[in-house]
């Protein structure tokens, strides 16, 4: 199995970014899907996810009304659009698959069941 992520770059507070996900040998289909992010010297956090159905998505507050996730599963693709870009937002962005049964009801508990890729770095200057 193997999970690429795609789409990050250097933009302006207030710029817009669409990242990516495809994965080899893993039917997305299968999973709920979600994004984390990571800053050196901190914990990697849950950003966003997605339930099995696509019916239901959550995100962290610091993120809300900004950023969109969706899926493609004829794709196999994750996506998610940002929008209004802050530096806070600057990290290296992640996704994996969690359990179907994740991402109902809540972005907390998420059970990853898929290595992490590379990551796509975002950088958001001020």
């Known amino acids: 199995v193997q999970v690429m992520e795609s789409g990050g770059g250097l933009v302006q507070a207030g710029g817009s970014l669409r990242l990516s996900c495809t994965a080899s040998?893993?039917?997305?289909?299968?999973?709920?899907l979600a994004w984390f992010r990571q800053v050196p010297g901190k914990e990697r956090e849950a950003v966003s996810c997605?339930?099995?159905?696509?019916?239901?998505?959550h995100y962290v507050d610091s993120v809300k009304g900004r950023f969109t996730i969706s899926r493609d599963n004829g794709k196999n693709t994750l996506y998610l659009q940002m929008i209004n870009l802050k530096p806070e937002d600057t990290a290296m962005y992640y996704c994996?698959?969690?359990?179907?049964?994740?991402?109902?009801?809540?972005?907390?508990?998420?059970?990853?069941?898929?290595?992490w890729g590379q990551g796509t770095q975002v950088t958001v200057s001020s």
């Open positions: 994996a698959a969690v359990t179907r049964s994740d991402c109902k009801t809540t972005i907390q508990g998420l059970h990853k069941m898929s290595p």
């Open positions: 040998g893993l039917p997305f289909d299968d999973y709920a």
């Open positions: 997605i339930s099995f159905t696509g019916r239901n998505t």
